[in-house]
């Protein structure tokens, strides 16, 4: 079976950096991705990590260590329309995707 | 706007009722699915359709009846559910359903059981 591990909830406060890290028990791992949900929201696509390294998109960064079945999200210069709920989510053989319980993040003033 | 609508938003229905969940597309996609989200737990993965054919049924009990009539439209027809079905409804999709970390999420039809 798949399983994915991820804290449940992190604080931190406007324009600081915080981790989310997730990590994963797979076979055929394929990739990691990452999701955004606002309560209320659907949803939404943020990364998707198939090779070992950091992808950078704006304030957002994913790392993948396929050797370590481990990877986090980095939300950098943190905003108040950050807090949400984050969740990883693994690509693996022939399956769609499996997602983690999801990090709920609270950005405080 | 994510391109993927989800009808209704909320229903409430006895257990002995029979409703329909509506997702329709506007995204040329080919692959549908359908995530159940409770509190406290992982998106679990229901159905998955790619180009009208049904390619991943994750154990889901036979109550729960989708249907997808072409590649825009997916259906889930719920009858003589329990409390426990009570949950957010997760329609998406995603252009084809190999290898795609990828999915474009509607808003989700929220649930209640009594």
């Known amino acids: 079976g798949q399983s994915l591990e991820q804290p449940s909830e992190v604080t931190a406060v406007e324009g600081a950096i915080v981790q989310i890290n997730c990590t994963y028990q797979?076979?055929?791992?394929?990739?990691l991705s990452w999701y955004q949900q606002h309560d209320g929201g659907a949803p939404t696509f943020l990364s998707y990590n198939a090779l070992d390294g950091l992808e950078e998109t704006g304030r957002f960064s994913s790392f993948l260590s396929r050797s370590d079945s481990y990877g986090y999200l980095l939300l950098q210069e943190l905003q108040m329309k950050d807090s949400a709920s984050y969740f990883c989510?693994?690509?693996?053989?022939?399956?769609?995707?499996?997602f983690g319980s999801g990090t709920r993040l609270q950005v405080q003033p | 706007e994510t391109g993927v609508t989800q009808t209704p938003r909320h229903l409430v229905m006895g257990m002995t009722n029979k409703k329909s969940l509506k997702c329709e597309q506007h995204l040329g996609h080919n692959a549908m699915y359908w995530y159940k989200q409770s509190a406290k737990k992982p998106l679990e993965l229901m159905f998955v359709y790619n180009f009208k054919e049904q390619t991943e049924n994750n154990s889901v009990p036979s109550r729960f009846s989708p249907e997808c009539p072409n590649s825009s439209h997916l259906f889930l027809h719920l009858h003589t559910l329990q409390p426990e079905d009570s949950a957010l409804y997760l329609c998406?999709?995603?252009?084809?359903?190999?290898?795609?970390?990828?999915?474009?999420f509607g808003e989700g039809s929220r649930l209640t059981v009594l």
């Open positions: 797979t076979s055929g791992f394929y990739g």
């Open positions: 998406a999709s995603s252009p084809g359903a190999e290898n795609t970390g990828e999915l474009f």
């Open positions: 989510a693994v690509r693996a053989g022939r399956r769609a995707l499996t």
